[in-house]
């Protein structure tokens, strides 16, 4: 069986977000292994000498290296994705590489109609960066729009059409990744590639 991480997009102690993750994890149990994982441990990056790594980070990114692949929430905050997801990224692209070809599904829930469309599109530009390189799933985002009111008490999503259509993009995902793994000739190359990237040389 596929292991997920699903990385929850905030360090808010209430998040739709992570209640759309734990959905997932619960919805899809015969399917995959969802591992709902906080970014909310991590400190504000800070650059430090020597690229020493605080151990909640390296801990973070051997989680995602040895996963099948990762399910982000993103929140949107002001058009773009939360500072503490941000801050995840940074660490996560500090001298460690463990997105590069790593198969990535974007979901997320916002309080308003837009369910995150601007935050996706900035995610995915984000982990375009060449310490980071993920392997996004093309042309699919799952959006969770009035996400307050999207769940019922037993933490079930209450709209069934908002349900196929995730059951659909998670069952592509399932797919993408099978796909993915196939596609790993050049993956030690991408590997090179992140390690000796330097961004006074460009
Ligand atoms: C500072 C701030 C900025 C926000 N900006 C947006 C926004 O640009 N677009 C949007 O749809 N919702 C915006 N919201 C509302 C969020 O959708 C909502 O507060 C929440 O973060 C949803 O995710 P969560 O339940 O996982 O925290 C904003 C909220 C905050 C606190």
Redesign the pocket.
């Known amino acids: 069986m596929k292991k997920f991480i699903g990385l929850?997009?905030?360090n808010?102690d209430?998040?739709?977000?992570?209640?759309?993750l734990q959905y997932m994890s619960q919805h899809f149990a015969g399917e995959a292994e969802i591992e709902v994982t906080e970014i909310k441990q991590l400190p504000m990056f800070n650059k430090p000498l020597g690229q020493a790594l605080p151990e909640v980070v390296a801990e973070l990114a051997e989680k995602i290296e040895a996963s099948d692949g990762v399910i982000i929430?993103a929140?949107?905050?002001?058009?773009?994705i939360?500072a503490s997801l941000m801050n995840a990224l940074s660490w996560l692209s500090f001298g460690i590489f463990p997105f590069v070809d790593k198969p990535v599904m974007l979901v997320?829930?916002?309080?308003?109609?837009?369910?995150?469309s601007?935050?996706q599109a900035h995610l995915r530009q984000i982990l375009d960066a060449p310490e980071l390189q993920a392997r996004i799933m093309p042309s699919s985002e799952f959006l969770l729009a009035h996400?307050?009111q999207a769940f019922d008490e037993n933490n079930n999503l209450t709209n069934p059409d908002v349900a196929k259509t995730l059951n659909g993009l998670f069952a592509d995902f399932l797919t993408f990744v099978d796909i993915s793994q196939q596609l790993n000739h050049a993956h030690e190359a991408h590997k090179k590639e992140a390690e000796n990237f330097s961004w006074e040389n460009i």
């Open positions: 929850v997009g905030t808010s209430q998040s739709t977000n992570r209640q759309l929430a929140p949107e905050y002001d058009h773009a939360t997320g829930a916002s309080y308003g109609t837009l369910g995150t601007r935050a996400s307050l």
